[in-house]
């Protein structure tokens, strides 16, 4: 049963990356006065699997001067972290509930810098090894203090399971007690998964197409897979730590699609940042304010505990 939830499970997480793409292209459109994709299909809801055809059934080239055999099998293994990350869904019935789920997210996450890295690496080609190089540098600032915030929520539920923050924010929302925290998070996710303002890896202006330059047709829908399940994974994340964790509650589902939005949004209006900026965020903005924070609830769960006792 297991195997069959968790199967059933990625081919869920796949059709909503397919129709995330969709959603976007077509916020994207009405943001900018123009249609989205609207041919295939009723209002163009076939796109994502003409898409997914047409990238799957292209030829796939590489450089001649690659290291081949990695060359191909970096895509699967960053769609293979994407999605195995998704095994921390917390179901109540066939499937595993982590009593260290938190520290699970933090190892799994981790591993997606070395996909980005080798990707760029084993393309063997200038701007595809800029990208990488810029992405590692901005993997290692963000992973500090994303490490930090989900700490203090360590602190503060006092375990490392999901099911506590189901079972504690029954009454109140965490975002709540904790806006700049908050913010700080989206931040801090928008890095991570590389998206605008923060798509240094892929910069398009400077980089033609950062470390995915070389990466053309099944490679790239790997990719391009493997970057949307994160987002998805992550917006999921967002509202189980912040805005109420009832994850059996229809409620629940549109507030992550709210949360997908706004990384959409986000796109469509902030231009990218200047790269001094992006390591000045999140060196003198994001990790003093999170070690504040994780103080400050360090101390008034001492507090909590003295006044137990006493």
Not at 36 to 57: T, V
Not at 152 to 165: N, T
């Amino acid at each position: 049963m297991f195997l069959i939830s968790f199967f059933f499970l990625i081919i869920s997480v796949m059709i909503s990356v397919g129709f995330f793409t969709l959603l976007e292209r077509k916020i994207l459109g009405y943001i900018q006065f123009r249609k989205g994709p609207n041919k295939i299909g009723y209002l163009g809801l076939l796109q994502p699997f003409s898409d997914g055809l047409k990238l799957f059934l292209k030829e796939s080239v590489f450089p001649m001067n690659s290291n081949y055999f990695i060359y191909m099998v970096c895509p699967l293994y960053l769609l293979f972290q994407s999605l195995f990350i998704w095994i921390l869904f917390p179901y109540y019935l066939n499937n595993i509930e982590f009593p260290l789920g938190f520290m699970f997210f933090l190892c799994c996450s981790s591993l997606s810098i070395y996909g980005l890295m080798v990707c760029g690496w084993s393309s063997n080609s200038v701007y595809s090894m800029l990208g990488c190089i810029r992405s590692v540098s901005q993997a290692i600032s963000y992973e500090v203090s994303l490490s930090i915030i989900l700490m203090s929520y360590f602190v503060m539920v006092d375990g490392y399971s999901l099911m506590d923050l189901y079972n504690i924010q029954s009454s109140y929302w965490f975002f709540f007690i904790s806006i700049p925290l908050g913010f700080c998070w989206l931040s801090c996710c928008m890095a991570e998964s590389n998206r605008t303002p923060f798509d240094f890896s892929e910069g398009e202006s400077e980089l033609v197409s950062g470390f995915n330059v070389e990466y053309g047709g099944g490679g790239f829908a790997l990719l391009f897979i493997s970057e949307y399940s994160s987002i998805i994974f992550l917006c999921f994340l967002t509202c189980l730590i912040f805005f109420g964790s009832d994850f059996l509650s229809y409620l629940f589902y549109l507030k992550i699609i709210f949360m997908c939005l706004f990384y959409v949004w986000v796109r469509a209006t902030l231009p990218r940042y200047r790269y001094d900026k992006l390591m000045y965020l999140a060196w003198s903005c994001y990790l003093p304010l999170s070690l504040n924070y994780l103080l400050f609830f360090f101390l008034m769960k001492c507090l909590c505990f003295y006044h137990f006792f006493l």
